[in-house]
C-alpha cells in the first residue's frame, strides 16, 4: 500500500495550490495578487469555521513565497522546496499548534530562534493554528516580534475563535475571513473525489453529506472517507446511518405521529432510537429540521430549492403537510426547540424526551380530530364519543388524555344535542300551551261567561296526552271550587276540544297535586322570567309587593 492510500481521504486531497482551492475567492486573490506582485505583509490572520481551508492556504501560500518556479503565483509542488515542504521536512516552514504549545515559554523559544536566517527557503513561515490559545502572557511575548520582526518572517495565525485575539495583535495582521463552503461548491468537489475513487454514490446522497458538513469541506471529505468502504451504490439514508443520524421515512414517521397523537408510535421509535444508540438530543434536532421542512413544504412555492431530499421524501412531507395547518406546525417547531433546551439539563434524558413529545403530541394532536369534526358538521346522524383526562396542573409532566372516538352510522343525536333539543322543545311545548289556555280564556268570554274566565284565569295549566289539568294555589280554594262545577268543566272542555280538534279530557285540582311544568295565564311574563332564569341558573328575587302592586 502506498503512502498516500494510508493518509485520510482530507489529507490526500488537500489542495496544493490556490487554484485547488475550493471558493474562498476573497482570501485567495489577494494572497495571489501578493505573491505575483513580491509584496505582501509579515503577518496575518486567518479565521474562520474549521475545515474552510485556514491552514490549507496557509501552507500554500508558505510554499508560493519559497518556491523556486512559481506558477503565476502558484507554487510549483516540484522544485526542492515545494517538494521539502510537502513532505514536511523543511525546517523553514513551521507548523505550530497553540493549543498545546500556548505558554509564555513556547513563544519565547520560538522568538529567540527567528533571527536566524532560513537554512533553505528565502523565508521562514510560521503557522500558529488555534492561536486564541495563547495565554495573555504568550501573546504579550509575540507581541513584540509580530511588531518588528525579521524582513525573513513571515507569521500566518490561524484561528475559529477571532475575538479571542487581542486587538493589539489582530491590529499588526492583515485580516482575512474564511467563510462557509456554499453546498454546491461542497458537493462539486466530493463528486471529482468519488469519480476519481470509483465510489457509486447518489446525488442525494453527496448533497446530504454537504448538509451536514455545515460548510466544512474537510467534514464532508472524511465523511465520504467513512462511506468508502461501503458494498453497492451509496445513497441518502446510508449516508444518514453512518453519520449517526436517523433516516428520512424515521424522521417522518414520529412526526405523523406527534401530529397525529399516535402515542404507542412515539414510545417505540424512542425505544428503537435507545437499543440503536442512537443520541437522543441528535435526534431531536434532526426531528426539528425535519418538521422545518414540512414548514417549507407548507408555505413555499418551489419546495425542491430549499430542501435537500428525494422526489419521494418530498412527496412524502407534502401529504403530511396537506393535513395540518401552518399555525400548527409552526407551534411544533417552537414547542420542539424548547424541549430541546430542557433536555440539557434533565438527568434522564429519555424520559424527559418520552414526555416532552407524549405532551406536545397531547397539545397538537388535535389535529387528527378535525376529519371525524368535520363529518359531524356535515352529519349530525354521526356520533363521537370524547373522554379527555385533564392533568391538574398546565404544566404537568406526562398529561394522560384518552380520546375515544366513535363513530356510528345511526339516528342518534349527542347527549348535549338531545338535551338541549329537548329543554327547546318543552318550552315551545309550554308556549304552546299557554297560547291555546289564553285563546280559552277569550272564548269563555265571548260566550259571556266572565265569571267562569275570571276564576279560571289563576289556574295553572299542564297537558299530557289528551289529559289537560287545571292546578290552583290553596289560597285560591273559591275559583278551584267554581271551576271544578261540573258546569264549569264541561264548558272549558268543550272549548278546548273545538280548539284542538279532538276530545280531551279536563281535570282540576289543587297545587299539591299539580305538575311542576304548569303555565298559567296568570302574571305570564314572570312565569316565562323564572322558568328562563331557572334553567340557567340565575338568580331571580321578584319583589311580591311590587308584583301585587302591578297587579292592581
Not at 500566518?156 to 462557509?180: D, G, N
Not at 437499543?275 to 438530543?281: A, P
Not at 434532526?286 to 435537500?308: C, G
Amino acid at each position: 500500500m502506498s503512502t498516500s492510500e494510508k493518509l485520510a481521504l482530507y489529507r490526500q486531497w488537500r489542495p496544493q495550490n490556490f487554484r485547488d482551492v475550493v471558493a474562498q475567492e476573497q482570501v485567495v486573490y489577494p494572497l495571489l495578487q501578493s505573491v505575483r506582485n513580491g509584496r505582501f505583509a509579515h503577518a496575518f490572520l486567518f479565521s474562520g469555521t474549521r475545515g474552510t481551508g485556514k491552514t490549507s492556504v496557509a501552507k500554500i501560500f508558505a510554499k508560493a513565497v519559497n518556491c523556486l518556479n512559481p506558477d503565476d503565483g502558484n507554487p510549483c509542488n516540484e522544485c526542492e522546496i515545494c517538494v521539502a515542504a510537502n513532505n514536511g521536512s523543511l525546517m523553514d516552514i513551521q507548523e505550530i499548534d497553540a493549543a498545546s504549545n500556548n505558554g509564555v515559554d513556547d513563544v519565547r523559544r520560538l522568538t529567540s530562534e527567528i533571527i536566524f536566517s532560513p537554512v533553505l527557503a528565502r523565508y521562514k513561515v510560521y503557522i500558529i493554528d488555534e492561536a486564541h490559545m495563547l495565554s495573555q502572557q504568550a501573546f504579550n511575548a509575540l507581541l513584540k516580534t509580530l511588531e518588528e520582526p525579521p524582513a525573513h518572517a513571515v507569521f500566518i495565525l490561524a484561528t475559529t475563535e477571532p475575538h479571542r485575539i487581542p486587538a493589539t495583535i489582530m491590529s499588526r495582521c492583515q485580516h482575512y475571513e474564511f467563510r462557509r463552503i456554499k453546498q454546491s461548491d461542497i458537493v462539486r468537489r466530493l463528486r471529482l473525489i468519488s469519480d476519481e475513487l470509483g465510489l457509486s454514490i447518489t446525488d442525494d446522497a453527496l448533497s446530504v453529506i454537504a448538509q451536514l458538513a455545515n460548510g466544512g469541506m474537510r467534514d464532508a471529505i472524511s465523511l465520504l472517507d467513512q462511506l468508502h468502504q461501503m458494498p453497492g451504490e451509496i445513497g441518502r439514508d446510508d449516508v444518514l446511518q453512518m453519520a449517526g443520524r436517523v433516516p428520512d421515512q424515521f424522521l417522518h414517521s414520529v412526526a405523523a405521529a406527534i401530529l397525529d397523537y399516535d402515542a404507542d408510535t412515539l414510545l417505540s421509535s424512542i425505544q428503537e432510537l435507545v437499543m440503536s444508540g442512537r443520541d437522543l438530543t441528535r435526534f431531536l434536532l434532526d426531528l426539528s429540521a425535519y418538521m422545518r421542512n414540512l414548514l417549507i413544504v407548507k408555505v413555499s412555492r418551489d419546495p425542491a430549492e430549499l430542501i435537500q431530499m428525494t422526489s419521494g421524501g418530498l412527496t412524502r412531507l407534502s401529504e403530511l403537510a396537506d393535513r395540518f395547518s401552518t399555525e400548527l406546525i409552526s407551534d411544533g417547531i417552537a414547542s420542539l426547540a424548547r424541549l430541546n433546551s430542557e433536555l440539557r439539563f434533565s438527568p434522564d434524558i429519555r424520559t424527559s424526551l418520552e414526555i416532552g413529545l407524549l405532551a406536545l403530541a397531547s397539545r397538537l394532536g388535535g389535529g387528527h380530530l378535525a376529519p371525524v369534526k368535520s363529518v359531524v358538521e356535515k352529519a349530525p346522524e354521526v356520533k363521537v364519543s370524547l373522554v379527555q383526562e385533564t392533568p391538574a396542573r398546565e404544566e404537568a409532566s406526562q398529561p394522560e388524555v384518552i380520546i375515544e372516538a366513535e363513530i356510528k352510522q345511526t339516528t342518534e343525536k349527542t347527549d348535549s344535542v338531545l338535551e338541549k333539543e329537548e329543554a327547546e322543545s318543552s318550552l315551545a311545548y309550554e308556549d304552546e300551551t299557554l297560547r291555546i289556555w289564553q285563546d280559552v280564556l277569550e272564548a269563555i268570554k265571548e260566550e259571556h261567561l266572565m265569571d267562569l274566565s275570571l276564576m279560571a284565569r289563576p289556574a295553572k295549566v299542564s297537558r299530557k296526552d289528551k289529559v289537560w289539568t287545571l292546578a290552583f294555589d290553596h289560597s285560591l280554594k273559591g275559583q278551584h271550587a267554581c271551576t271544578s262545577e261540573a258546569e264549569s268543566r264541561e264548558i272549558i272542555r268543550r272549548i278546548l276540544a273545538d280548539k284542538l280538534g279532538e276530545s280531551v279530557q279536563l281535570e282540576v285540582i289543587l297545587e299539591d297535586e299539580a305538575d311542576a311544568n304548569a303555565v298559567s295565564a296568570e302574571e305570564d311574563w314572570v312565569l316565562k322570567l323564572k322558568r328562563i332564569t331557572d334553567k340557567r341558573s340565575i338568580p331571580l328575587h321578584i319583589d311580591e309587593e311590587l308584583l301585587k302592586g302591578g297587579s292592581e
